[in-house]
Each structure stands twice: as C-alpha cells, then as structure tokens.
C-alpha cells in the first residue's frame, strides 16, 4: 500500500527542514524545526531530531549556542534545487508556519518581562516595551505573590501595544486639557 503525504524517507524529512530553516529569519530549536515543519502527518519528531545532527554532520545546518540551529550557505544551495520535490500544499503550510514563528520571535524581541521578588513576599513585575530605536516604555508594578506576578508579566507580553496605546491616549488626553 502506497503511504500518503509528501514524507516517505528520510531525504524528504532532511528537503523539508531545509526549506523552513532557509525562510526563517531567527536560529531554530529542534521543537521548533518541528513545528514548523509539521505540515505532513508522516513527519515524526524522531524523524526531525534524527535528520537534524545528519544535516549539521553534513554541513548543511549549522549548530548555535543554546542548541539552536540555522541554515549554512551549503544547505541554503542545496536546499533550493531540492525545493521542487515538496509537494506544493506541504510548501505553503510550511511558509505560513515559518512566517508566524518569525513574526512571534521578532515581536517577542520588542517585548520584555522579569519579576524580582522583594522583601516581605511580594514580586515586582518588570515589564518593557522596544522598537527599533530603543525602549518606548518601562512599567513596573507590585504583585502580592508569584502567581500574580506571572499572570501579570504573561498579560504584558500579549497585550503590550495595547498598554502602550491606551497609556500615550491617557496621557495625551490630560495634555489637551490643561
């Protein structure tokens, strides 16, 4: 019985991975790769972390510090001549995939959170907003406990714009005013 999907071996588990790691704009973890690359219901995990050290042996992707992966020129030549061997619904699910993971890392560089904790048991919760010229906004502000320190600092990174927006519109208001 013929297997469905685009995935039948290990070289086109090896063509997919270096199809989303030439689109993707940051270094990759294993998980990841995988989730981008999960486009196919025949692509396993173990497939992934079994083409991944072979791609590196081979020079085709190149291991970074904190066990993140990107591509090398190699893998980026090889990987182009070999793009036509996806099958092209497996291509575009994969191309919005690495289109999302990049757009969340490159938000999640704007937005930054950390608790300090403080004497007596409450948290401080840190929370930063940058663009591409700098910090746009620091807020701090006191939890009474860790679980809601964290809810807080979880908040701000999905809702920082909206923070940031309502805190300028609040502001600016007041100025016309006076």
Not at 3 to 30: E, N, W
Not at 35 to 44: P, R
Not at 76 to 87: F, K, M, N
Not at 153 to 161: D, I, M, R
């Amino acid at each position: 019985m013929q297997r469905l999907g685009f995935i039948h071996d290990m070289m086109d588990v090896k063509v997919l991975i270096l199809y989303v790691t030439a689109r993707s704009q940051y270094p990759m973890t294993v998980q990841e790769i995988y989730e981008v690359s999960f486009q196919d219901d025949c692509l396993s995990y173990f497939d992934v972390c079994t083409a991944i050290p072979e791609l590196v042996k081979s020079g085709h992707l190149r291991e970074l510090e904190g066990q993140k992966y990107e591509i090398t020129e190699k893998g980026r030549h090889d990987g182009e001549l070999t793009a036509d061997s996806i099958a092209y619904t497996v291509k575009q699910r994969a191309e919005n995939a690495v289109a999302r993971f990049n757009r969340q890392i490159r938000r999640s560089s704007f937005v930054k959170t950390h608790i300090q904790p403080r004497e007596g048991g409450d948290q401080t919760v840190v929370m930063e907003l940058y663009d591409t010229m700098g910090s746009l906004m620091k807020l701090e502000l006191v939890a009474p406990d860790q679980r809601q320190a964290l809810r807080l600092s979880k908040l701000f990174e999905n809702k920082a714009e909206d923070v940031y927006d309502m805190v300028m519109t609040v502001l600016l208001e007041e100025e016309d005013e006076v």
